[in-house]
């Protein structure tokens, strides 16, 4: 390029950016043409680091209709550059017909410093401005532009001239006042420091060009810097705009300021909005708070109409004060505003009126629920005093059972006989105390407990609160202890004055009619287990079953499955059979599925019929035979009859953990051996112990038994071993209550006396012989009748529990003996057979020899 005439240039065209003397320009070089001219200059023999020449020239400034060229990048202060996204090409969107008319009559002639290809076939190009040009003429147009060209070099001030001298010290000083800004605004320090050494030292004309770099100013504007080859009139220009860019800075700075002022830690997050107000409020556009104090008033009427206690209403009023004084953007807002809309939402004053008619509240349960006659007894005499005496403090009941015997629809029926609100409330799995306390309002995402919660769900201060499966809640842990925290929930002398930790006002809860539910009482601790009243729900017998499925099931199932209760029928005997041989529960759960599984298959069946128009042979009653067709095969089968009847064997009764009964095989067999008593079938510690008891007691009595020949005779029990098993080995066992019946089992093995299968027998031995009582004696009963027993052996003492608890009709299948002593189990359980030999007195002899 050394041969070419400097007057005359090749053209490089850019859109949407000016390139000054004294500044770099980074270029995307794609155009076919402007391609050509970098092929040249990279093919020199300078090659990449060639000091050619080009002119620079802007395209005129587009109209709004055409689409501005973003391919051309950006330079920002100081000569460093950014990248612009890659969209259209200057040369795509150049009008290659009329392009000498699109260009600008300035440019600047520009040195390329650096020239690189791309991977497109094209260049990026860094040039460097070095003079103001004017494009005389083009010269030529293909293979691309060339123009002879006037350059301006830059003029020196004469010292003559005192008006471009004070306007050169002028610009200075507007430079310094630029740079003053820029250092509050915290600019990098080498930046600050070229800019600084730039003022002090560049001339007039060079300075105008770097600062106007640095402000922020239109296309056309740095056009007219461009073309204003007259110092006087640059320097007057740029003076301008920099003037103008000082007084946003100012603007900017100021608000700034009145945002930092209003600004406290905790407020750091809303500093956007904060700026956004100060800007609205320096263009005149003031906030408008009518809305947030429309808010405000209709909170202090919620206050006013809710009622609160004279502690609650004080807190409410201060947090109230504290809320008009806020700003709404402010963090602490919405939480005192969140706290006081839940402080009128609490039912301080509200409550419903009780239905104290005594009758109505009978038949309601009656209707609800079959039997449970001592929890529906509570209720009523609850219902009574309540009638009595209108101040009476709700009753803590728990009521306690298996699973299925509906515990948690007689909470919901209690409510509807009182004619209160009811809420459910689940414990299980809670493990958290601040579920029960509520969290404290210093916490992010703080919320009442599980009791405030449900006041203000309900709506009243008398509700029914039934806390399900209180016995699965958590102990204590690094969260608390929530069995601890419910302890003055359920305490009648404290719950007037609970404390929630996020209302954090005494609440009365001494109206709410708390009732929990429970499976076993094992995992309720003690203290919390001394503040209810335990109220035993225990498993149905058959003939109950029957009637809750012929009053409640089996309807609620007919219309479940969109039939009328012509469309089925099932008669007492075939609920019969689905209840004995394809369940095996305390409660009716099973029952009501099977009961579904039947009409789902009725359902069917009524439904082909009446596709095919045949309805008249559809048959609405289930059969015996229906029933195994539909269900199967049978899945329990009467373990009492399938039992065999060999010496050895002998039923026991057994209370589960769940709270429902059952019977209970032991066996026992003998070989030769060392005497060792082997036990299996996952035994507890206390059940081997009972059975090492019965052991001893037989080696004891054995001559009186019939087992040996004589009293004396030690070799009989050591030249044999013992092995009792309990069957369902997967399944732990433990507990007192089979030491008659383990006692039993081995006299009859040695004695080869058999015990009839149809007769169970239960209670606690001691080691003379003397029958314990023991627990759970209902539930036990009550599986012995769902086995088919016939005759079951009892502790005396335990009487009282049979004439008590059991049902009558149970009562009236079923043979009862007590027993006093273990010869009283051997005579009934052997049919009356008394096969011990009455021991003669022994005669003390003193000797006098």
């Excluded at 629809?409 to 689940?426: D, E, M, Q, T």
């Excluded at 020949?709 to 080995?729: C, I, K, L, Y």
């Excluded at 007192?736 to 149809?758: D, E, H, N, W």
């Excluded at 027993?789 to 335990?798: A, D, G, Y």
Aim: hydrophobic share 35%.
């Amino acid at each position: 390029m050394t041969n070419i005439n400097p007057n005359v240039l090749p053209i490089v065209p850019i859109r949407n950016k000016v390139l000054l003397p004294g500044l770099a320009l980074r270029l995307q070089i794609n155009r076919k043409d402007t391609v050509l001219i970098m092929q040249k200059i990279y093919k020199s023999s300078d090659n990449k680091e060639s000091k050619s020449l080009i002119g620079c020239v802007p395209v005129k400034p587009i109209t709004s209709k055409e689409n501005p060229d973003e391919n051309i990048p950006s330079p920002d202060s100081f000569g460093s550059f950014k990248s612009a996204s890659p969209k259209k090409t200057i040369e795509q969107t150049f009008d290659q017909s009329n392009r000498s008319s699109d260009l600008h009559n300035y440019g600047c002639a520009a040195r390329i410093i650096r020239l690189d290809r791309t991977v497109g076939g094209g260049f990026t190009a860094v040039v460097e401005g070095i003079s103001r040009i004017r494009v005389d003429r083009y010269v030529f147009e293909r293979p691309y532009l060339e123009a002879e060209i006037t350059i301006f070099p830059e003029p020196a001030i004469p010292h003559d001239d005192q008006e471009l001298q004070g306007l050169a010290v002028s610009l200075k000083s507007t430079g310094r006042e630029l740079l003053a800004m820029l250092q509050e605004l915290k600019l990098p320090t080498p930046v600050l420091t070229q800019l600084q050494k730039f003022i002090d030292g560049a001339s007039a004309g060079a300075l105008a060009d770097l600062l106007i770099s640095t402000v922020e100013s239109s296309y056309e504007e740095k056009l007219k810097i461009l073309d204003a080859h007259d110092l006087k009139t640059r320097i007057a220009t740029s003076i301008d705009l920099l003037t103008r860019q000082i007084h946003i800075l100012k603007i900017s700075q100021k608000i700034h300021s009145n945002v930092e002022g209003k600004l406290s830690k905790k407020q750091k997050e809303f500093y956007l909005r904060q700026q956004l107000n100060a800007i609205k409020e320096e263009l005149g556009e003031h906030y408008d708070s009518s809305t947030d104090d429309d808010d405000v008033t209709d909170l202090t009427k919620r206050l006013q109409e809710a009622g609160l206690k004279p502690e609650a209403d004080r807190t409410a009023q201060r947090e109230l004060k504290r809320l008009k004084r806020m700003h709404p953007t402010q963090a602490e807002y919405q939480v005192v505003r969140t706290y006081l809309e839940t402080l009128s939402e609490i039912p301080w004053s509200k409550s419903t009126t009780d239905v104290l008619d005594i009758d109505k509240a009978r038949h309601q349960l009656e209707t609800d629920h079959y039997g449970l006659t001592t929890v529906k007894k509570r209720v009523l005499e609850y219902l009574a005093v309540l009638k009595l005496k209108d101040d009476m403090k709700g009753p803590i009941l728990c009521l306690l059972g298996p699973p299925g015997v509906g515990k948690t629809s007689l909470g919901k029926s209690i409510a509807n006989s009182l004619g209160r609100k009811f809420h459910r409330i689940s414990l299980g799995g809670v493990k958290d105390e601040a579920e029960i306390r509520g969290h404290r309002r210093t916490y992010i995402g703080a919320m009442p407990g599980l009791i405030s919660q449900g006041l203000r769900r309900v709506g009243v201060n008398n509700p029914v609160f039934l806390l399900d499966e209180i016995d699965k809640v958590g102990h204590i842990s690094s969260h608390g202890n929530p069995s601890a925290a419910l302890l003055e929930v359920l305490d009648p002398e404290q719950n007037n004055t609970f404390n929630d930790h996020y209302i954090n006002v005494p609440l009365d809860l001494s109206k709410v009619l708390f009732i929990a539910t429970a499976n076993q009482i094992d995992t309720i601790p003690p203290p919390l287990l001394d503040r209810m009243e335990l109220i035993t729900v225990p498993g149905y017998t058959f003939d109950e079953k029957i009637h809750i499925a012929q009053r409640h099931l089996l309807p609620k199932q007919i219309a479940a499955h969109g039939l009328s209760p012509n469309d089925v029928k099932i008669s007492n005997h075939v609920l019969l059979k689905i209840t004995t041989g394809y369940t095996r529960e305390a409660g009716v759960r099973n029952f009501e599925r099977e009961i579904a599984s039947v009409c789902r298959a009725k359902a069917v069946e009524y439904a082909d019929a009446k596709d095919k128009e045949r309805i008249h042979i559809y048959h609405p009653e289930v059969t015996e035979d229906d029933v195994e067709s539909i269900l199967g095969v049978e899945k329990f089968d009467n373990e009492v009859a399938e039992c065999a009847s060999k010496p050895g064997v002998v039923t026991g009764l057994s209370w589960t953990a769940s709270g429902s009964g059952g019977i209970l095989f032991i066996e026992a067999t003998q070989m030769p051996g060392k005497g060792i008593l082997q036990l299996t079938g996952k035994l507890g510690d206390v059940i081997k112990e009972s059975a090492q008891i019965a052991l001893s007691w037989v080696r004891a009595h054995s001559f009186q038994l019939g087992i040996t020949n004589s009293s004396t005779e030690s070799t009989f029990f050591f030249q044999r071993d013992v092995h009792v098993h309990f069957p369902a080995g997967a399944i732990g066992k433990d507990g007192p209550s089979a030491g008659v019946a383990l006692t039993t089992a081995l006299v009859s093995l040695f004695t080869r006396k058999i015990v009839p299968p149809t007769t169970a027998m239960t209670g606690e031995m001691t080691l003379r012989g003397i029958v314990l009582p023991v627990g759970g004696i209902k539930e036990k009963v009550i599986a012995a009748h769902r086995a088919r027993i016939r005759k079951v052996i009892l502790p005396s003492r335990n009487r009282k529990d049979v004439e008590g608890d059991v049902p009558a009709n149970v009562k009236e299948e079923i043979i009862f003996v007590y027993a006093n002593n273990i010869y009283d189990v051997l005579q009934a359980a052997f049919e009356g057979e008394k096969i011990w030999v009455e021991t003669p007195p022994i005669v003390e002899v003193e000797s006098h020899l």
